[in-house]
């Protein structure tokens, strides 16, 4: 195996992880992605996993260690956006002393994505190679079941499996009825409660949740514990993002900002910027409040274009579930999701008639003002 310069300032991502394996199966390498390797390898090429995009610049893991990387010319001319490297990639590169050129990207397992709104079909791709997503939600003013929701659906639309992972338990006095809200969405996937500030929940979450050797993807609405989340997985403090600095004053084990981060129990975790994005568009995006992908299948059959599937005559959803076709759990999901549309519909409603009136209060004390010249 070729040592390069560059592998003997190889930063420890895991601090616990010192064993002899290969740096590439420690990072998911596996069969599939040797099989497609096989010419490049006859031809010379290394390989390795994006962890981090930085504007043009890669940093990839080898088998010998970190190296930052750029695109070839040929590679960024002819391909689209969507086909460029992503985090989580598998890449073919050149190394040249100490930098990269990529010269490949290895088919993917799958990809992270959502389509550009009027782009006709242009996707944009977040991360590649992920075996599931951590859906993290808060349990303080964060929670809401609509976004959860909209979140499994991006994500089961990806091919993608899912854990619902609700942190800040500590702020509640009932975290397991959370928990049970999130169960009758009827998404077959863990929901498991944490409180990340005082590392409780987060071992149970490594060990029982994520596999070694597997991927991923840390999604969550700004302020739902992604980086204490982060922190408390890696058994350190991780640099956030554009953070520089190695030193810390509690003496604390820190590293340089990586998207990709191996945790201790040998699974990888994905927090990029890009991934922050995402979850933001998904938490905000204009959908359906009650939409479920089963029961928007049905609600073409109703008899009725606007059938809201309570009792309206002639009404497929509903039959369905009598038939037994649609399962309650999912029926009932609908039904609550219904029922906080239009709590949170009123809500808004009245947050605007609020600010209307208040509007015309504030005009007119500036007339009133205006008139007396103070
Ligand atoms: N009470 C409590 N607070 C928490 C918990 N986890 C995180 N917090 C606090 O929530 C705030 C936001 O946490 P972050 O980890 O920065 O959240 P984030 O999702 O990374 O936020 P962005 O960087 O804005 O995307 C911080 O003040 C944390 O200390 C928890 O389990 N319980
Ligand atoms: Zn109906």
């Not at 939600?137 to 659906?153: A, C, E, K, V």
């Not at 863990?190 to 149970?204: H, I, R, Y």
């Not at 993002?241 to 975790?269: D, F, Q």
């Amino acid at each position: 195996m070729q040592t390069y310069a560059w592998a003997k300032v190889l930063p420890m991502i895991c601090p616990v992880n010192n064993t002899a394996m290969s740096l590439l199966l420690q990072y998911g390498w596996n069969t599939a992605f040797e099989n497609n390797y096989a010419n490049h390898k006859n031809n010379g090429l290394d390989v390795g996993r994006v962890l981090t995009i930085n504007g043009y610049l890669y940093t990839l893991i080898g088998e010998a260690g970190i190296i930052t990387a750029e695109l070839s010319g040929t590679l960024l001319n002819g391909k689209e956006s969507g086909d460029l490297p992503k985090v989580g990639d598998w890449v073919v590169f050149k190394a040249y002393e100490e930098q990269g050129y990529v010269i490949e990207v290895l088919p993917r397992l799958n990809e992270l994505s959502r389509k550009m709104p009027g782009k006709g079909m242009d996707k944009q791709v977040i991360a590649a190679n992920v075996d599931a997503a951590l859906l993290l939600q808060g349990l303080d003013r964060d929670f809401n079941l609509m976004r959860i929701q909209r979140y499994l659906y991006q994500v089961a639309n990806n091919g993608i499996g899912a854990i619902v992972v609700l942190n800040k338990k500590d702020l509640v006095e009932n975290p397991q009825y959370y928990q049970r809200e999130v169960a009758s969405l009827g998404y077959q996937c863990p929901v498991v409660l944490t409180s990340a500030l005082d590392n409780e929940g987060v071992a149970e979450l490594a060990s029982q949740h994520l596999e070694a050797g597997k991927t991923y993807a840390l999604l969550g609405t700004s302020g739902a514990g992604k980086s204490t989340l982060m922190n408390a997985l890696w058994g350190g403090i991780l640099q956030k993002e554009g953070a520089v600095s190695m030193a810390n004053s509690k003496g604390k084990h820190t590293t340089t900002y990586r998207s990709l981060v191996l945790i201790p129990n040998g699974c990888m975790v994905i927090d990029s910027p890009g991934m922050r994005e995402f979850g933001i568009t998904i938490a905000t995006e204009e959908m359906e409040g009650t939409f479920h992908p089963q029961i928007a299948a049905l609600a073409a059959h109703c008899k009725f274009g606007d059938c809201t599937h309570h009792q309206e005559p002639g009404c497929a959803v509903m039959a369905a579930m009598e038939e037994g076709t649609l399962p309650e759990v999912v029926y009932q999901s609908y039904l609550k999701l219904y029922r906080e549309q239009q709590r949170y519909g009123t809500h808004a409603a009245d947050r605007k008639r609020v600010e209307r009136q208040f509007g015309r209060i504030t005009r007119q004390a500036k007339d009133f003002r205006q008139k007396r010249k103070y």
